[in-house]
């Protein structure tokens, strides 16, 4: 019989650890999506992809994360499948409901909803709607597996409720200066990690009117819904920040309400609000994988 030793070894590579082990990969850029993109036109999903800039040969808007916006026209519907282990659902604007293979879920403007792996759901709109829809496809891609098994179970967070408890911590957030004034969205599946799904997290944040959250940076790629914000209200990024916690050089990403901006991982970033209106922001990362794998190194400014 023949040995394989010769064809295997045609697939080694080996390179000098110092020189190679930081490997020259393409970095993840801050790159903005205007709302635009699903104020019009027809019953469709948009997908935020930069696969060009990540040298992808799939659709992605993170190393795992794919973010789409789902556009909905007025008594029309849409089927949304993923090959994933994790989706995440805001709500934009709108009301309708989605049928899944457990049942029907009503939804509104400012809802949240998480689905496991799943054999696809459909989305119906009373009104014309928009979703913003988020899930860890392009990890699975990049490992070349499918998902076998549910790993959490779906959870529905109403948004109302959610604007209650974001608002009770206003003041106590403020007179402390917390970093920010915020909670974080979980599920009883992913008490340990303390995210939505475990591979994902989403942040429900508060940037009060005329204030300002100090830098932090973390491991995980942000890719920031900017729920609501009146004029003059912006993060800034960075890769570096002063000794006085300022960050050195920044990019400016303003927020427009119903738009997306990426923050790359390991940049620290400030939120700004200089107008006279509340800002809400709804990040969604990668942050339950790196939690887990305990590389998250979240960091703030003192």
């Known amino acids: 019989m023949t040995t394989l030793n010769a064809t295997w070894k045609k697939q080694v590579v080996n390179w000098e650890y110092t020189s190679a082990a930081t490997p020259d990969l393409k970095s993840i850029p801050i790159q903005p999506f205007p709302a635009s993109l699903h104020e019009s036109g027809e019953t469709r999903v948009i997908e935020l992809n930069i696969s060009a800039q990540l040298e992808t040969d799939y659709a992605a808007s993170s190393p795992s ?3 789409n916006y789902v556009r909905i026209c007025a008594g029309e519907s849409i089927a949304t499948q993923a090959l994933a282990t994790s989706e995440v659902f805001y709500v934009m604007r709108g009301s309708g409901q989605t049928i899944t293979e457990d049942g029907i879920i009503t939804w509104k403007k400012g809802d949240v909803f998480t689905l496991p792996y799943n054999q696809g ?11 913003y829809w988020t899930h860890d496809e392009p990890l699975l891609r ?4 499918q998902p076998a098994q ?18 009770a911590l206003r003041d106590i957030a ?10 974080i969205l979980g599920n009883t599946s992913c008490a340990k990690t ?19 959250q100090k830098p932090h940076r973390h491991n995980s790629v942000a890719i920031d819904l900017a ?32 738009s997306v901006f990426i923050t790359p991982p390991g940049w620290w970033h400030s939120h700004h609000n200089e107008s006279d209106q509340d800002g809400y922001v709804f990040p969604v990362q990668d942050a339950g994988l790196h939690t887990y794998l305990r590389t998250l190194d979240i960091q703030f400014v003192r």
């Open 65 to 67: 994360l794919l973010a």
């Open 121 to 131: 759901v459909t989305h119906q709109a009373q009104e014309d709607s928009a979703l």
């Open 142 to 145: 990049y490992l070349g597996v």
């Open 150 to 167: 549910p790993r959490f179970h779906p959870a529905f967070y109403d948004g109302h409720d959610l604007m209650e408890e974001i608002n």
């Open 174 to 183: 403020q007179q402390e200066k917390r970093n920010r004034a915020g909670i």
């Open 194 to 212: 303390k995210t939505i799904t475990p591979s994902m997290w989403s942040l429900f944040n508060l940037l009060p009117k005329q204030s300002v």
């Open 227 to 258: 729920v609501d914000a009146g004029e003059n209200t912006y993060t800034l990024i960075g890769q570096q920040v002063d000794g006085e916690g300022q960050i050195i050089n920044p990019v400016k990403a303003v927020w427009k309400p119903n």
